[in-house]
């Protein structure tokens, strides 16, 4: 029995894509870097240094010189020997805090670090490593970025308004980004915002950062400040967490922080900025705190140049009472963008300009006299690429990919440079070509320019955000997804193509509609950017927030491609009912939108959810009219070719294997005609016609298409991908089949390696190796070690894919085929008869694969010593299999040799023989002659002719078995072909005694 696998393949639910960016700290040498740091007004001496230069912390930090000093501890650059960089260390004095006990402080430190690493954002820094030093001393270990403090970079030199609003909100979205992640900041200040010298803004020292759920603690209901707590910057030390300048009113009365709180302390940062003043104002202290705790805001000072619509929001920021301010701190930030100047601008300018950034328009509209200043326009347009795909970005990638120290690395970049440049050479050339037709007066060639043009920006886009997501690091699993991430960038040559550009839906034609479409786009070509590399957890959770605001805006083709977007998401994460929900939502409105590609690819999702991800195979087969008809309306090849695929995999699993193979091999047709030989969708396609043939039973065949298959993987993808792990355990498979025990169970191991990093431990692909290992370990008759692996395989796929789903009943094949052999036969026929229950629900009652749970069930019941039940079962599986695969397919004649077994139980060898002979010709003409089971065929063939003493005809199929045998069976195998050629010599001889005369 073998454990069939549909391949989950990169065409059939999307090339899987990226995680996001690495940790950031900032260097900078003031003692505020510290959160924890003793107030200025106490005029404290700094502490003197606990670590200097040279000195070795934790095994592998090198200090090379101090960035910050406060009370609680200090900051220092350090060179990390393990994985060969420069990293900022943040330790914390064990002495620090006589208001908390060590363990309190080394609790916080943690929790700072924690806190950090969860979130994966660009404006927010994260950390490496959280550890205990010989002393006593705890650390953090963070990236090393040049940069200083939000505060010092308000005053390092005068900022407009806009541009101190712009880096606050940047700031704004690290701390929605900690929100969403069910963080609360407690701490937010200038003095915990680092700009680096990129002029990116990251929030850390998230050391006071807790779990919106976690309790509060137990403080009076009026907090007692010291004297200068409000003028200064700094964390209050003792039992007072956050600094009282940017503490939300319900924080002063001791209450329990949540996002809003966040958001009252942003308001007060940035009004501080803005104005050059606190918002709360009063003759002493005690009045301000209570203006504060009251929120009464001073009025702005007079001259302010900031704009009414920003203070709007900061006063809805500072209202004392927390149900009147912003629900979100995403609420906010997206007012705080919402500039409407620029918005009436836009309006002005119109959807036109916007699509062609300014320029086609007014070229196409200047006139003759202008046409060397238009050809002129025209011209080094790669210059629209700095910063996407330019030397710069190219050494950013390239120390990026190295920094991994995979020894694929530099192979790896090799390739995707080579791939990134053609993109890049390709954009510029459509560029330059849209930009000359833009010259052309005619309105109907005008519209296909505006559509072209605006192809183009989206795809330039979609690079950038693809190429900043690598130049900020891959870690290793996602490296071995760049190749097939580049390759699947969307295609530029439909910018150019007027059939592809007259079926794109355009725009909206509202231009406050359009503004925050576009928005919402560039968020989803982040989204796929980590699902093409393989990030779908990240991926997914943004989506969902994400899909959330698309709901908002009332433009139908956009919710069409989010809802899309996220079955994807959530179709790649294992979720596949959650999938089909929203497909089924995509379809109407991708219809009503009259975007047919949309369409199409939503059914052929739709039905790869329904067939084989859910296994309900005649309502997937229900719905084929329906998806050819949409691919017809599509008219693209790729999306042809996909649907094409879904189909064959469903009618695979429906046991159609000719009708199968015929769609397997026109898709790979179309993919190699539309995408090149080394796509990664052209190896899926490989690899399907290899799983096909295997299932028809042509296995020498499919294995050289698995071969095929995997070589061009590893080439292209790297020998991490899930898409590698699938081609190895569909290879073992093939060579379990062959009898080629040991190969297969090191194919199985390789896969299941590469499916726990990638995918992680409770995936449905993480059982399928776990149950294919195990029935390998079974062959070579490591029979508990197989038990122990069935038994985690269906307990994954009871989690992942539900009790009724027919990958667990090939689980529970499996785990009976392993009690079985320890001797457990009543628990094994439990399974045996679940599992068939499970198929005839899944399957129908007449589906070829119900052979399997027969004949394992006929074996059980042979062992049970009930040879008469086990020849129904075998005989139930032979007429399924002869109906559905024909006489001469391989699996037929494991039922027949059940069915022999049966039958020399019950004292009928020349039926035995009969069923004998007819499995060896099945396996002789599908195997070849020297296969493994032929020789198996050939000594079940021969023992039931000794036992019907029929020697000549024994001995030959037992001399042919002896050659063919393992070393281990032969002297078995040897033995019988002596006695029958004993007892043959002795017949021989009677027959010449008894023919001689009597004398």
């Not at 510290?34 to 005029?43: E, S, T």
């Not at 629900?327 to 300018?349: G, H, I």
């Not at 034609?509 to 576009?518: A, I, L, Y």
């Not at 060579?735 to 726990?756: N, P, S, T, V």
Request: proline share 6%; with cysteine.
């Amino acid at each position: 029995m073998r454990d069939e696998e549909a391949p989950r393949t990169s065409g059939d639910s999307g090339i899987p894509s990226m995680d996001v960016d690495g940790p950031t700290v900032v260097r900078a040498p003031s003692a505020s870097l510290l959160g924890n740091a003793q107030p200025a007004a106490a005029h404290t001496a700094a502490p003197r240094p606990r670590v200097v230069p040279g000195q070795n912390l934790a095994g592998r930090y090198t200090v090379l010189h101090a960035l910050g000093r406060g009370a609680m501890g200090e900051v220092v650059s350090a060179y990390d020997s393990r994985l060969d960089r420069r990293v900022a260390l943040k330790l914390l004095r064990s002495e620090a805090d006589t208001g908390h006990s060590m363990e309190d402080l080394a609790t916080r430190m943690v929790r700072e670090a924690q806190a950090m690493a969860r979130l994966s954002h660009p404006n927010v820094v994260a950390v490496y490593d959280v550890g205990t030093l010989e002393d006593g001393d705890i650390f953090i270990a963070m990236e090393m970025v040049e940069g200083q403090t939000l505060r010092k970079w308000t005053e390092q030199t005068p900022r407009s308004w806009r541009d101190i609003l712009r880096v606050y909100v940047a700031a704004g979205h690290g701390l929605a980004a900690a929100h969403e992640a069910g963080l609360v900041h407690r701490d937010f200040k200038p003095e915990n915002v680092l700009v680096g010298r990129d002029g990116r803004a990251r929030v850390m020292d998230f050391g006071l950062a807790r779990a919106e759920s976690s309790p509060a603690l137990e403080l009076p209901d009026e907090l007692t400040l010291p004297m200068g707590a409000l003028d200064s910057p700094l964390t209050m030390k003792g039992t007072l967490l956050g600094t009282p300048r940017y503490m939300a009113p319900e924080l002063l009365r001791a209450g329990a922080a949540d996002a809003r709180s966040d958001v009252f302390a942003f308001c007060v940062a940035l009004h501080e900025a803005l104005y050059r003043e606190h918002p709360f104002a009063g003759a002493t202290q005690a009045e301000s705190i209570q203006n504060q705790r009251e929120g009464r805001v001073r009025p702005p000072p007079a001259g302010a140049d900031v704009p009414a619509w920003v203070e709007r929001s900061l006063l809805r920021g500072l209202q004392a009472d927390p149900t009147l301010r912003p629900a979100s701190m995403r609420e906010l930030v997206n007012a705080l963008e919402k500039d409407p100047e620029t918005r009436r601008r836009m309006r002005k300018r119109g959807w036109l300009l916007a699509a062609l950034v300014g320029s086609l328009v007014a070229l196409a509209i200047s006139g003759p006299a202008s046409a060397p200043r238009k050809e002129a326009a025209c011209t080094n347009l790669e210059r629209r690429l700095l910063g996407t795909w330019d030397a710069n970005m190219r050494a950013r990638m390239e120390r990026a990919f190295l920094d991994t120290h995979l020894p694929y690395a530099r192979d790896t970049f090799t390739q995707v440079a080579a791939q990134l440049d053609a993109y890049a050479s390709t954009w510029v050339r459509l560029s330059t070509e849209s930009c000359r037709a833009s010259q052309d007066p005619e309105p109907a060639a005008q519209e296909l320019v505006v559509r072209g043009a605006y192809c183009l920006e989206r795809r330039r886009g979609q690079l950038r955000t693809l190429t900043e997501l690598y130049a900020r690091g891959p870690t290793p699993d996602r490296l071995a997804k760049a190749v097939q991430a580049v390759q699947s960038l969307s295609p530029l040559e439909d910018c150019a193509d007027a059939k592809a550009l007259t079926s794109t839906v355009p725009p909206p034609g509202d231009p406050t509609v359009r503004v925050q479409v576009e928005a919402l786009q560039t968020r989803m070509d982040q989204l796929e950017a980590l699902r093409l590399a393989g990030g779908y957890a990240d991926a997914l959770a943004s989506g969902q927030e994400w899909l959330r605001q698309v709901e908002k805006v009332d433009y139908p083709p956009l919710k069409a491609q989010a809802l899309h977007q996220v079955a994807l998401l959530r179709e790649s994460a294992g979720d596949y009912a959650g999938a089909e929900d929203l497909v089924r939502q995509a379809i109407p409105l991708a219809a009503r939108s009259k975007d047919l590609r949309l369409v199409a690819k939503a059914w052929t999702l739709l039905v790869r959810q329904v067939g084989w991800r859910q296994a309900r195979y005649p309502e997937a087969a229900g719905m084929m009219l329906a998806l050819e008809s949409a691919v017809e309306c599509a008219d693209d090849d790729a999306t042809r070719a996909e649907a094409l695929n879904t189909e064959a995999i469903t009618y695979q699993n429906m046991g159609w294997y000719e009708d199968a193979l015929r769609l397997h091999t026109r898709a790979l047709e179309l993919r190699q005609k539309v995408l090149g030989p080394e796509h990664a969708l052209v190896a899926a396609s490989i690899n399907n016609l290899g799983t096909v043939l295997s299932a028809m039973g042509k296995f020498e065949e499919a294995r050289v298409w698995f071969e095929r298959a995997l070589q061009l993987r590893r080439k292209t993808q790297g020998p991490s991908h899930p898409q590698v792990a699938l081609s190895y355990s569909n290879l073992g498979a093939t060579l379990l089949e062959q009898g080629r025990y040991d190969e297969a169970r090191d194919m199985h191991e390789h896969a299941l390696a590469i499916r726990k990093k990638a995918l992680g431990e409770n995936h449905p692909d993480v059982a399928s190796s776990l149950n294919n290992l195990g029935l390998a370990l079974g062959a070579l008759g490591r029979h508990e070690e197989a038990l122990s692996l069935q038994g985690q395989a269906l307990a994954v796929r009871l989690k992942t894919l539900g009790k009724d789903h027919p990958d667990v009943a090939n689980s529970h094949i499996s785990l009976g085929v392993a009690l079985r052999d320890v001797g457990r036969h009543a628990e094994a026929r439990t399974r045996f008869e679940s599992a068939l229950a499970i198929m005839e629900k899944a399957l129908g009652k007449e589906h070829p694969d119900l052979a399997d749970p027969l004949d394992e069930l006929g074996k059980l019941l042979r062992e049970m010593g009930r040879p008469d039940e086990a020849r129904a079962q075998y005989l139930h599986a032979l007429a399924l299999q002869e109906k559905a695969l024909g006489a001469e397919h391989p699996l037929v004649a494991i039922s027949l040799h059940g069915l022999g077994n049966s039958l020399r139980d019950l004292g009928r060898p020349d039926e035995a023989r009969a069923a004998y002979a007819r499995a060896l010709a099945v396996r002789e003409k599908a195997l070849g002659p020297e296969h493994p089971l032929v020789a198996k065929s050939l000594e079940e063939l021969a023992r039931v002719l000794v036992g019907m003493k029929r020697w000549k005809e024994a001995i030959p199929p037992l001399e042919k078995a002896l050659r063919l045998a393992p070393e281990s069976h032969r002297a078995e195998l040897r033995a019988l072909l002596e006695q029958a050629r004993a007892e043959l010599a002795t017949e021989k001889a009677r027959e010449t005694l008894l023919a001689e005369p009597i004398p």
